[in-house]
């Protein structure tokens, strides 16, 4: 399967800018990479952070823009949300019986599950009223099944002091229970605005610095510097060996050389 990941679009209403650049304008930029070079990937994923403010317009502004977008998208909710504009502007989108924009894609790699980690007001995320329940629940409807978890918020800490306080609560519980479910093989998440991956306790996990901006990590600082750096997304190749991510830049490159084909080493056929 390939898999496309996109996150933190942050997008503004029309004619407003955000740090003096238009994010609609990157994530067209964005779309129209993926449509270049990826239009064969069986899904998009769209990690939450779509608005910068949670307001209708900019969701009307996500709804044009992605009509460009020749992937099948699936979208979730960020901080930068909000659950009702969203859904009042997405309808259509799967939510839980509880109003959580939660649901579950049987795809070709097996399942995949997207959480809704949006706390409204607040910075950090949540899985409670129900849907950490939710999650294991889904998990354990198909023991046997291959399963990998979208998320906005880390689900874990990637090692970053600015973060701590806006990553998902009582997030060690949490993991342990899905370590504990035993099926889950990758964790996809936004939120960070930087390029990190890992694992914690066997699961894997990666997110990408996202398209909008992006911030400079920094392993003792508890600020963070937000700068403008080429749009970014990720590409997942999942078989039954395992997940490859892979990230690209929009950006143009001097191309210095084109090597020739080689041949193919005996047992690589």
């Known amino acids: 399967m390939k898999l496309i990941h996109l996150t933190d679009l942050h997008l503004v209403p029309p004619g407003a800018m955000l740090f003096g650049f238009d994010p609609a304008e990157r994530l067209r930029k964005t779309i129209e990479r993926i449509n270049r070079d990826h239009a064969d990937a069986e899904l998009c994923v769209v990690t939450g952070d779509l608005t910068d403010e949670g307001d209708f317009a900019s969701y009307e502004v996500l709804h044009d823009v992605l009509r460009d977008l020749r992937v099948p998208t699936r979208l979730l909710l960020g901080n930068h949300d909000s659950r009702e504009s969203f859904v009042r502007a997405f309808p259509d989108e799967a939510r839980d019986s509880d109003g959580f924009v939660q649901s579950v894609h049987e795809s070709s790699a097996g399942r995949l599950i997207f959480l809704d ?84 306790s066997g699961i894997p996990f990666s997110a990408s610095r996202g398209v909008a901006h992006q911030i400079i990590p920094h392993f003792t600082r508890r600020d963070a510097d937000f700068v403008e750096d080429a749009p970014a997304f990720d590409i997942a190749l999942i078989d039954v060996d395992g997940v490859l991510v892979h990230r690209f830049e929009v950006c143009d490159r001097h191309v210095v050389e084109v090597s020739a084909e080689g041949p193919v080493p005996e047992g690589m056929q």
């Open 117 to 200: 980690t949006l706390v409204e007001g607040f910075g950090h995320g949540s899985l409670s009223d129900g849907r950490l329940e939710w999650l294991l629940a889904r998990l354990a409807e198909t023991p046997d099944v291959p399963a990998y978890l979208f998320a906005h918020h880390p689900l874990q800490p990637i090692g970053l002091p600015h973060f701590e306080p806006w990553s998902t609560e009582n997030w060690r519980p949490i993991m342990q229970a899905i370590v504990g479910a035993g099926n889950v093989r990758h964790v996809f998440h936004g939120h960070v605005h930087v390029d990190v991956g890992g694992t914690w």
